[in-house]
């Protein structure tokens, strides 16, 4: 694995800052311009229905959401809603005893996503599902870190070892564009400066949101895969283990 990039001061106190923010809510959305999956949030939704209140759910990496009051939140430091404090490379549960694993917006931030898949299948039960999702075209965005990005085709292949379900895109191509655009005005105008390039990006950011309501549409087209901003994989193990 590769030697860890240092972090500047200033990078060091966005990043504690962004963090404050994060704890609430209000500040967290005018603060990051966010990208919404309803496509993916849809899906998961159907599922937790169809698995039932009864199912062993876990969400991997789950931040301050909860997505039903059964599932399991694990983070790796106690915030809002965290049932579990643990590493999700060393998960802290036994061979084949969950129904079911979500990870959304995870194994990009991880030094080892392939270790932490293997811990996935681990502990899941046979014909356990396995819901995933990570940035395709995205900019850098530490949460403390940020390591890779996947094709759909490399994600897919990530999960080898899973039966395929479904795959496709969660968040479509006008986000990667507009992610990408906002940075490069931010970047243009900052003259170095990190503040005022995430103060400018944010602006520009905001100033032309309404662009993203195209993503309702273009995120269903198989053809927008080619420059998608996220992608997902649901999948499951194997009924021999």
Same mark, same amino acid.
């Given at each position: 694995?590769? $030697?860890?990039? %240092? ?15 994060? &704890?609430?809510?209000?500040? *967290?959305?005018?603060?990051? !311009?966010? *990208?919404?999956?309803? /496509?993916? =949030?849809?899906?998961? &939704? ?12 876990? =969400? ?9 009051? +059964? ?8 915030? %809002?809603? #965290?049932?579990?404090?643990?590493? @999700? ?9 969950? =129904? ?8 990009? +931030? ?20 396995? !819901? ?6 995205? @900019? *850098? +965005?530490?949460? %403390?870190? =940020? /390591?890779?990005?996947? #094709? ?8 080898? &070892? ?7 895109? !969660?968040?479509? %191509? ?28 944010? $602006? ?15 995120? &269903? ?10 992608? /997902? ?9």
């Amino acid at each position: 694995m590769g $030697a860890r990039v %240092p972090v500047s001061e200033s990078q060091s106190t966005f990043l504690r800052l962004k963090f404050w923010i994060k &704890r609430h809510p209000w500040l *967290y959305f005018l603060a990051s !311009c966010p *990208y919404s999956a309803p /496509y993916w =949030d849809a899906k998961i &939704r159907r599922l937790l229905k169809v698995w039932g209140p009864s199912a062993r759910v876990l =969400d991997l990496g789950a931040g301050e959401r909860k997505r039903a009051p +059964h599932v399991l939140n694990l983070e790796i430091a106690p915030v %809002p809603h #965290t049932d579990i404090v643990g590493d @999700g490379h060393a998960l802290p549960f036994a061979d084949a005893t969950l =129904d079911a694993v979500i990870v959304e917006a995870v194994l990009e +931030h991880v030094r080892d996503p392939i270790g932490m898949v293997a811990e996935i299948h681990r502990v899941l039960k046979p014909t356990g599902v396995v !819901c995933a999702a990570v940035p395709f075209l995205q @900019g *850098y +965005h530490p949460s %403390p870190t =940020d /390591y890779q990005r996947w #094709t759909l085709d490399g994600f897919e292949d990530l999960f080898g &070892r899973f039966e395929r379900v479904d795959a496709g895109n !969660c968040v479509g %191509p006008t986000a990667a564009l507009h992610w990408i655009f906002r940075e490069w005005v931010g970047i243009l105008f900052s003259f170095g400066n990190l503040w005022v390039a995430k103060a400018v990006a944010l $602006a520009v950011g905001w100033l032309t949101a309404p662009l993203l309501l195209l993503d309702f549409w273009l995120v &269903r087209r198989s053809d927008a895969g080619r420059i998608a901003s996220a992608v /997902y994989f649901i999948g499951e193990k194997p009924g021999g283990g």
